[in-house]
């Protein structure tokens, strides 16, 4: 679903990704860690086309799509969340998720039935009508899902989908995800609470100032001396 081959960035003089590369297959739920400033969110913008690689290639369900923008990636499945959520907050939680679907080409009618669709998928039917401004942080990230799932996205990237939440609000969004992964969709997720990654992710990769410094499933990496020493602090032991 998604290859990530050699990719480089480097900002004036700064290198913040380094020859990184993996892969996603279709129906995974891969977790990217690493120490703030590692360089997860620029490896997600270079994915969703906000930024263009020194060196590099990404790939698409095998399509090469270094040419394409961000709106020519999201027509092909990509969808992405922010780590700071932005809706449309004048806009009630329907029209927010009506904004995604009119992407896919939809008429209006068409489309605010693809938001309800979407927003009962969601358990956010409730707050339909809703000023999105007004939503809690947890109903606001998982509106940021909605919206995303509404342009079509079969591959989801998900930046700091829990961050902020307390224990309760972080195992229902897990539950969230482990739903829609049943359904069939792909997942790349920047998550610093080691407990959601072990729980959800079932191959992580780890990096650390832009470089990949490990690679395999939860318990192999939070057992891995580099990870342990530039981000855990200590061994990772899981209840």
């Given at each position: 679903?998604?290859?990530?081959?050699?990719?480089?960035?480097?900002?004036?003089g700064l290198?913040?990704?380094?020859?990184?590369s993996?892969e996603?297959?279709e129906?995974?739920?891969?977790?990217?860690?690493g120490?703030n400033?590692a360089?997860?969110?620029?490896?997600?913008?270079?994915?969703?086309?906000?930024?263009?690689?020194?060196?590099?290639?990404?790939r698409?369900?095998?399509?090469?799509?270094?040419?394409?923008?961000?709106?020519?990636r999201s027509r092909?499945?990509?969808?992405?969340?922010?780590?700071v959520v932005k809706p449309f907050g004048?806009?009630?939680?329907?029209?927010?998720?009506?904004?995604?679907?009119?992407?896919?080409?939809?008429?209006?009618g068409e489309a605010?039935?693809?938001?309800?669709?979407?927003?009962?998928?969601?358990?956010?039917?409730?707050?339909?009508?809703?000023?999105?401004r007004?939503?809690p942080?947890?109903?606001?990230?998982?509106?940021?899902?909605a919206?995303?799932?509404?342009?079509?996205?079969?591959?989801?990237?998900?930046?700091?989908?829990?961050?902020?939440l307390?224990?309760?609000?972080?195992?229902?969004t897990l539950?969230?995800?482990?739903?829609l992964?049943?359904?069939?969709l792909?997942?790349?997720?920047i998550?610093?609470?080691?407990?959601?990654?072990?729980?959800v992710?079932?191959h992580?990769?780890?990096?650390?100032?832009g470089?990949?410094i490990?690679e395999?499933?939860p318990?192999?990496?939070t057992?891995?001396?580099e990870?342990?020493?530039?981000?855990?602090g200590?061994?990772?032991?899981?209840?």
């Amino acid at each position: 679903m998604l290859g990530i081959e050699h990719v480089t960035v480097d900002f004036d003089g700064l290198r913040a990704v380094d020859d990184v590369s993996f892969e996603v297959a279709e129906g995974q739920v891969v977790g990217l860690i690493g120490p703030n400033g590692a360089g997860k969110t620029t490896l997600f913008n270079v994915v969703s086309g906000l930024v263009i690689p020194t060196r590099g290639r990404v790939r698409l369900a095998g399509e090469d799509v270094a040419r394409l923008g961000p709106a020519e990636r999201s027509r092909r499945g990509l969808g992405r969340t922010f780590q700071v959520v932005k809706p449309f907050g004048g806009l009630s939680v329907l029209d927010n998720v009506v904004v995604g679907a009119l992407t896919r080409g939809q008429r209006v009618g068409e489309a605010r039935e693809t938001a309800a669709g979407i927003l009962t998928r969601l358990g956010l039917e409730r707050f339909a009508t809703t000023t999105a401004r007004s939503l809690p942080l947890a109903l606001r990230k998982r509106l940021e899902v909605a919206r995303a799932l509404s342009t079509g996205a079969r591959l989801l990237l998900l930046d700091e989908i829990m961050g902020g939440l307390n224990p309760t609000e972080v195992n229902e969004t897990l539950d969230l995800l482990e739903s829609l992964r049943a359904e069939g969709l792909t997942f790349l997720v920047i998550e610093h609470n080691m407990h959601a990654i072990m729980r959800v992710a079932e191959h992580v990769v780890v990096i650390n100032q832009g470089v990949r410094i490990a690679e395999g499933t939860p318990e192999e990496v939070t057992q891995h001396p580099e990870v342990v020493a530039a981000y855990l602090g200590e061994p990772h032991e899981s209840a």
